[in-house]
């Protein structure tokens, strides 16, 4: 079983909201990521989560605050966002956080737009 | 730094032509690479992916790429391209000696023509 899995699939949300994304795997993977994807383009790396602590924060605006509770999910909280926020959230894993031969699995998304 | 380029921002060919998408890649050493596929409003799904070892290999849904270390390249190629095979395509290159992070290409945008 190589799924990850995201929820909401859709969100909308005003700019003064406080939301959250979850994401969550069962492939005992021990790294975790949170990646922005604005249409048309490639995904950009926002957070990694290496064995439950955050180790790589690219310089990500302190409205999003990533969480990672234990080795299955990770969430991602939203506050005060902007409109220009809005985006395809993806969410992926991989068995160790360093190295190597770790592939990325990707789960669908969640697909936010910010009024 | 690493960096990743895919030449072809759109390509159309016709259903059941080859298929061939091309990647660039600027690394100092043996870089990991990989193809991911994109369908609308959808995650990214890996189609395959080079560590080491024979240089050419072999995906999912039909799909293989080669690595050619005198090029930087990895190249993604079909024989027969389905209509279900129209999406956008990423490559990747990963390092080798550091944190897992990916860089990707700008990516392909593939139309399948009847």
């Known amino acids: 079983d190589t799924e990850v899995t995201q929820t909401p699939k859709h969100l909308v949300m005003g700019m003064t909201n406080k939301k959250s994304l979850k994401c969550e795997q069962h492939m005992g993977h021990r790294a975790m990521y949170w990646y922005k994807q604005k249409a048309k383009k490639p995904p950009e790396l926002m957070f990694v989560?290496?064995?439950?602590?955050?180790?790589i924060n690219e310089s990500v605006p302190s409205r999003f605050s990533p969480e990672c509770p234990n080795s299955s999910l990770l969430n991602l909280h939203l506050h005060a966002l902007q409109p220009e926020d809005s985006a395809l959230y993806l969410c992926a894993s991989s068995l160790l956080p360093y190295g190597a031969q770790e592939t990325q699995y990707f789960g669908p998304g969640t697909r936010l737009l910010v009024l | 730094a690493q960096s990743v380029t895919q030449p072809d921002i759109h390509i159309t060919v016709s259903e059941g032509a080859s298929l061939e998408l091309r990647c660039n890649y600027s690394?100092?050493?043996?870089?990991?690479l990989f193809w991911y596929v994109q369908s609308p409003g959808q995650g990214l799904q890996l189609l395959l992916k080079?560590?080491?070892?024979?240089?050419l290999v072999q995906g999912i849904k039909g799909f293989e790429a080669e690595f050619k270390r005198s090029q930087s390249s990895f190249n993604l190629r079909k024989p027969s391209v389905h209509w279900s095979d129209a999406a956008e395509y990423f490559c990747?290159?990963?390092?080798?000696?550091?944190?897992?992070?990916?860089?990707f290409g700008g990516g392909t945008r593939l139309m399948v023509k009847p």
């Open positions: 990747a290159v990963g390092p080798v000696n550091a944190g897992n992070m990916l860089t």
């Open positions: 989560y290496s064995y439950e602590k955050l180790s």
């Open positions: 690394y100092g050493a043996t870089p990991y």
């Open positions: 080079y560590f080491s070892g024979d240089t």
